[in-house]
């Protein structure tokens, strides 16, 4: 047989943080494409709009008014999946296999900004440092209440990823219990933290009491490889990661230290952040010159500050994943065998991170300007 | 705090073939949707469509010609995930977190029926079981494959499931490994098996070597139980998950013995699974009024027939994902929160069996004739 081509040979690929497989096919990338195409994104928005439940001075959805706000505006959601407790206790389980768990906490919604029709991709890096700050005080205020385990700080962005909204927004959710997919982060990360494999010292940094941690090393080795680097800014490396499952999906971390969460950034830091943020959004936006739909997640530790395994091991990420993969209109589908059996991709994770590499980073709508 | 009321109150709930949770937020169910709406599905399809690659005598994507197949036709993906080997040996990780596995199989293409206009819930119990047998015939064929160790039945139904082709059919994915979802509900199926928690014992049918097996133990508690089936046809029920994720979610699977795969099946039992899935499809158009979309997966035993611990705690079953939430039209978004940190649904398992068992199982296209 002749010699193996990552980018002519399905292969699986390993996710050491979820402990999961993704099925790699990039001889698929030829196939022609005959499904479902997306409406394209709206180019032109106004910067206010009357009837936008998130513009200044208007109604929210249940009647509250909004302020003149001038930068970012954070309240709590009017349709919140979390409520604050206290809660009823469970009742006994029907059957041993019929496990529920009461579960409390709230959730936020945090305006990126006043104008309609801008993106973080539109926002200067000093607005974004806005959005990164009230992301933490967020992160600080929902973390101090009672109960609360964990607080997932995400964008939705994009009406094909479920968002009804153009208006600049995230989202803020805050549980007294550390969700599935961190949770399942926390602990790989902490068996690494305990247990590493016996590797060479690679000279990445190490974790709190200087204990390994898979992310600095993981981050510190791609720094040097290269291939699937997308951007450097600082300390911060944005990668397609080895085991990316959507197309263009970005890790966005720092190499240079650990760091457990966004309290624990310096004010440099913060900074560097908020100029890869601004340089990554414009990059994906020029991928397809469309306004690029993604799912964003910060992910760090656990609530309240507790010097334990966890809070430890955390080492503070942001995931981007977004649906798009041939064109503004044609997004993959996880779909089928990806639902039923695993998770799979076309173009390889290297191919994504030197498209995205050779992309301007001023933005196409200035272009135009 | 008041009485704990599943149908009010926020709370997660355990899966325990996955060991993963849900969050459940019911009370969400009454925020206004503002987001993005599905283009409906096309409700009239020609019989026959001369550009449709799947139709009788047409040509394929690739040129081949199709034959005047009369029922069931199989052929391999001009485009598959999957090559056949040898494939080269994975070359050296560049590091030990960055793991490459080589795999091999193979994809076909299913097509349930000649007439291009038809689905699972138009077509007769009849055909409907020709259509079992083709998946029977294909896992026996495929799994007898020199390093095939899975192979996964599956159908995309629908434009908004990235089904490119409203032609019946599915497809099936062969694979070298066994693929991550199935690979982890047969590793917790092995641990139930072998050591299961100390319940007493409740009737349900056991295992090989009288092995307690989860799923028997589940179906019968679920039979009883009754809250959450949408139907029972002969040995077969098909109930809402109490772990669903998407909105009308569905298992289908035998409550009477312990049955590891398709080809394990007696006639009766094709046919009663046959009828189920019959009456489960006309119950899911008749929801919205359109023609519903879904993925389908078919679990089972790995390949080759073994007599080892995964083979025997293997209990056969199916699994619909439908994503339609509030009409044929508006769809439940698994993004933001859900990628980033865990599944979450908003009515209850409950509700959505009960609006299921109170439909019609005459085909509203029919009642329209
Ligand atoms: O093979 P198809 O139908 O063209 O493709 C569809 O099903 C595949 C298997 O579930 C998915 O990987 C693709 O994203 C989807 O578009
Ligand atoms: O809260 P929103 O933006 O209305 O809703 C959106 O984001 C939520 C959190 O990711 C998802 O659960 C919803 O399915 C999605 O439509």
Redesign the interface.
Known sequence: ??????SE??????N?LLR????V?P??M???????VEPPAADTLPQYDPKCYLCPGNSR?EGAVLPQYTETYTFAN??????A???????PA????????????GCDVVIFHPRHDYTLARLTVGEIEKVVVEWTRVFVQRGMQEGVK?V?V???KG???????PHPHG?V?S?S?I????SVELRNLVKYSLSP?P?PPSGAPRGDKGKPC?LC??AH?EKG?GERVVLEEGPWVALVP?WAVWPFEVMLLPTHRHISSLLDLTPDERTSLSTAISRLTKRYDNLFSCSFAY???V?QRPTPMQLDDEGEAAHLHL?F?PPLLRSATVKK?L???E??????RDLTPEQAAKRMRELSEVHYLDLMD
Chains 1, 2 share one sequence.
Request: aromatic share 14%; net charge negative; with cysteine.
């Open positions: 047989p002749p010699v193996f081509d990552p040979h399905p292969h699986r690929r390993y050491p999961e497989y993704v099925l096919s001889h698929r030829k196939r022609p494409w005959l499904g479902q959805s009017d349709y919140p999946a979390l409520l407790g206290p809660l009823p206790p469970a009742p029907p059957h041993p296999l019929l496990i529920t768990e009461p579960v409390l906490g964990y997932q995400f964008e939705n009406a094909i990823m479920g968002c009804s909204n989202q959710w549980m219990s969700p599935q997919i961190p494999p590797d898979m090393e993981y080795f490889a080895w799912s964003m997640g992910h995931h994943d589908f779909v089928g065998f639902l039923m059996a695993e998770a799979q």
